[in-house]
């Protein structure tokens, strides 16, 4: 039995996992004792790695050969790999001749690796000339993205997991943690049990799971976030609880805020989030102070976790900046137990934002609007220019591949059919663009029947490369098996593409992706060389951490200059910003309510959320049945006085609908909701849910149902909420 260290590929906490395998099977699992993220601890997800990667050997899930479909509806027919490559390089350069490089797309996925990242990023933005890449971190972590940077003037979580340990008030709001980043939970619960001072506050519409460890638990209304963080800021104002000096030497625009959230009174907050009044005043309390101390100067650090609560919204970045205003103003920030910290939702959306890899990015956190940043890059990549018109985001991406203006679209690593909101038009886009090329391990997915070309890629187990984590902490991830079938690394693809994509747009010239295809370990470090070298004398530099040092020290938080020898746990204890000046902003950003009200027609507000057990679309933890237990199959929750009145029993059919589409699904009683609330998980796709869109396509799933509205400046979709109708099915 052989044991290789590798992580984790579901959650963002980043869990470091020790594979035994046998030959060419992974034969079992068992948490790295040494990763600092999980200290040898897993969830039921990493527990059963090894159990769902054995299903996903299953011939039937997996992409095993490169296929071709003649035509859409078709049964895709196997081509060598040669073939494919050529094909998949032909219509893109084609594409690009005959309409504009803005007529190709990529998305892509927060599972993917840096190094994946990293040349999806280069050749779309270097070699073809467009920024349209963008990929599902657009529906996790963008507006995060948007409110460290609206604040602390980079996209840098400023704190780390062992702040657990330091805080004595911890903030959670819009995550429910205990099911979401179970293992980060547990740390929660060591640092309640070492430190019984410690208050917990826990921010939520529903009573989750994680409520249940709270010292005061705020049941907002959906949408309120903004409003209660006012309501706090007011308060504290009032108490003379904030932090002027801190306020006076490292910040602007307070006075802003000062004025926008004068009229915020605590009455009215409680009324309009719908809390009580006291509970908005303990929340400003111990927030600001830090636990329950009494005096600003017995002040204790207070840390915040949260994540698609605040992000999945169409005031995403209001919300996440509302939240680091408190931080700011309260100076709870720089020092050890005290910070906002972001969760991320997948393994990697934070290093795909580190190598740029979205629309509206560019590597090593520079700006794409920033003219010195693009021509920095471009230098870098050995190209002209990088263009300057911001790529089409993930909802503007469809849209417009479902007008026609997006030829070839190229998906890798991800369900759009399933994941993304107003399926209705991500499946016209699906249908209309010319080409779609999907890059995936699994041939099971929704997405996978409207592709032109199907290319195999591995899957964990398989995959190697860097991933990093919420707290900054970058992991390698190692193969403990060889590819199954003829599936190859993403990166590997996306490089074989761009090399025979060269030779049609940059002939005669030398290669701008010439790494080593062969030898994958050798290709993927040289990447990451790449990278890293990119990051010099930017905030996240990690000049010296070299792969070298990755495996001799392990795991490490960047910033990692050249000449440092550990990472940095948390940022900015000098009060010294990444901005103009060095100091942050505080972010006046109104309260907004939710895109789409409540109204008599569609009476009840839908959030939609994870499992415990469940993944995503479900392509791997779908497969087992010790994970399927804990939630056999899909159901709308319920507050049981809703129930009551609507006439429903437990488990009938009952029909949601929204202004987009409807579905069908057995409803339950859960008394943790508020009333006129109701909760869907997200997992379950068409072929479980019957769902249809206003014009009769059968698109399925959640979000059939889910409202494509989106955060202006994070451009981040509101799946926490649409109004619906909910009603009972009558039965012929
Ligand atoms: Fe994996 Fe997240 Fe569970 Fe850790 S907490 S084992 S990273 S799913």
Not at 27 to 35: I, Q, S, W
Not at 173 to 186: I, K, M
Not at 338 to 356: D, F, K, W
Not at 477 to 503: F, K, N, Y
Request: contains cysteine; aromatic residues 6%.
């Amino acid at each position: 039995m052989t044991e290789t260290r590798s992580t984790c590929p579901y959650c963002g906490v980043g869990c470091g996992v020790i594979i035994q395998s046998e030959g060419a099977q992974i034969t079992g699992v068992r948490g790295d004792p040494d990763h600092p993220a999980n200290f040898g601890r897993l969830c039921s997800k990493g527990n059963s790695l090894h159990l769902t990667a054995a299903a996903a050997l299953a011939p039937q899930t997996r992409l095993l050969q490169p296929l071709q479909r003649a035509q859409r509806g078709a049964t895709p027919q196997p081509l060598a790999w040669d073939a494919a490559l050529h094909l998949a390089a032909t219509r893109i350069a084609d594409t690009v001749q005959q309409h504009g490089p803005d007529a190709v797309a990529v998305y892509a996925s927060g599972q993917l690796l840096t190094e994946d990242y990293y040349v999806f990023n280069k050749l779309t933005k270097g070699l073809l000339g467009t920024n349209n890449l963008d990929t599902n971190s657009r529906l996790c972590m963008s507006s995060a993205v948007a409110g460290y940077k609206a604040t602390l003037g980079a996209d840098a979580p400023p704190a780390c997991y062992d702040d657990l340990q330091h805080a004595g008030c911890l903030f959670i709001t819009g995550s429910n943690t205990a099911w979401a980043h179970p293992v980060l939970f547990r740390r929660i619960e060591d640092a309640k049990a070492a430190n019984p001072a410690l208050k917990i506050i826990v921010a939520d519409p529903r009573r989750t799971e994680t409520a249940e460890i709270a010292d005061l638990f705020l049941p907002l209304q959906p949408g309120s976030d903004v409003r209660l963080f006012h309501g706090m800021l007011h308060t504290m104002l009032w108490e003379g609880w904030i932090d002027s000096a801190y306020i006076e030497r490292h910040t602007h625009g307070f006075d802003a805020l000062k004025t926008l959230v004068r009229e915020a009174t605590p009455e009215r907050v409680a009324r309009d989030c719908g809390l009580d009044m006291q509970d908005v005043l303990q929340a400003a309390r111990w927030f600001a102070l830090g636990g329950a101390v009494e005096t600003t100067a017995q002040r204790a650090p207070t840390l915040s976790l949260y994540c698609q609560g605040l992000n999945q919204s169409s005031s995403g970045t209001a919300k996440n900046a509302a939240l680091i205003n408190l931080h700011l103003a309260t100076g709870q920030i720089g020092k050890p137990g005290a910070g906002p910290l972001s969760l991320t939702g997948q393994p990697n959306a934070m290093g795909g934002r580190e190598v740029g890899g979205m629309a509206n990015l560019l590597s090593a956190h520079r700006d794409l609007a920033n003219p010195d940043h693009r021509a920095e890059v471009a230098a870098l990549w050995g190209v002209d220019d990088v263009p300057a018109q911001p790529g089409k985001t993930a909802i503007e991406l469809f849209e417009a591949a479902a007008d026609g203006q997006i030829k070839t679209l190229w998906i890798a690593c991800t369900n759009p059919a399933h994941s993304l909101p107003d399926q209705a038009t991500v499946r016209r886009a699906l249908q209309r663009a010319e080409f779609v090329i999907l890059q995936d391990a699994f041939a099971t997915t929704a997405t996978a029947a409207y592709a032109d070309l199907l290319l195999p890629a591995t899957t964990w187990g398989e995959k190697l490369g860097t991933v990093t984590n919420s707290e900054r902490r970058i992991s390698r991830v190692r193969a403990a098996v060889p590819p199954l079938g003829q599936a190859r690394h993403d990166w590997q693809i996306a490089t074989q593409i761009a090399q025979r994509l060269e030779a049609r747009l940059r002939p005669g010239q030398p290669s701008l992706f010439a790494y080593d295809t062969q030898h994958a370990e050798l290709g993927a470090e040289q990447i990451w060389n790449e990278h890293r070298a990119s990051t010099r004398g930017r905030d996240l530099d990690i000049t010296g951490l070299s792969w070298a040092l990755l495996d001799r020290a392990g795991p490490q938080q960047w910033p990692l200059p050249e000449g440092a020898q550990q990472g940095q746990a948390r940022l900015y204890a000098e009060g010294v910003f990444p901005t103009a000046d060095g100091r942050a902003r505080f972010a006046a950003q109104p309260w907004q309510p939710v895109a789409e009200p409540r109204s008599a027609r569609f009476p009840f507000s839908l959030n939609t959320g994870r499992l415990r057990d469940q993944w995503h679309g479900m392509s791997r933890t779908g497969q087992l049945a010790r994970l399927m237990a804990h939630a056999p199959e899909p159901a709308l929750q319920m507050h049981p006085q809703d129930m009551e009145r609507q006439r429903l029993q437990p488990g009938q059919l009952v029909a949601v609908r929204s202004r987009h589409g409807q579905l069908v699904v057995p409803v339950q009683a859960d008394a943790g909701l508020g009333l006129s609330q109701v909760y869907l998980p997200m997992h379950w796709g068409s072929e479980y849910l019957g769902g249809r869109s206003h014009d009769g396509q059968a698109v399925g799933g959640v979000n059939a149902v889910t409202t494509p509205a989106f955060c202006p400046q994070s451009k981040q979709p509101e799946l926490k909420h649409a109004a619906v109708s909910v009603q009972a099915v009558e039965l012929p």
